[in-house]
């Protein structure tokens, strides 16, 4: 059988867990920051979970992660 290869967008954006959860970085933290509190920018750091109706197709594209 042939490697699969790893999609390298997905990559760039999600990670898995040593548990093998599959995380996401939040959103909002691009731009428009100035409106938004000290508070909620601070909770826009790290990483959350992916939905479990999500969590199949991206571990398809990530295989060896």
């Known amino acids: ?3 699969i290869k790893t ?3 997905a990559k ?3 990670k898995i867990s040593s548990k093998g959860k599959v995380l996401r970085p ?6 428009l920051l ?6 909620d920018k601070r909770e826009l750091r790290g990483w959350k979970l992916v939905d479990e109706t999500d969590k199949k197709r991206i571990e398809t594209l990530l295989p060896y992660d």
């Open 26 to 31: 939040k959103t909002s933290r691009r731009h």
């Open 7 to 9: 999609n390298k967008a």
């Open 1 to 3: 059988m042939p490697k």
């Open 34 to 39: 100035t409106d938004k509190s000290s508070k």
């Open 12 to 14: 760039k954006r999600f």
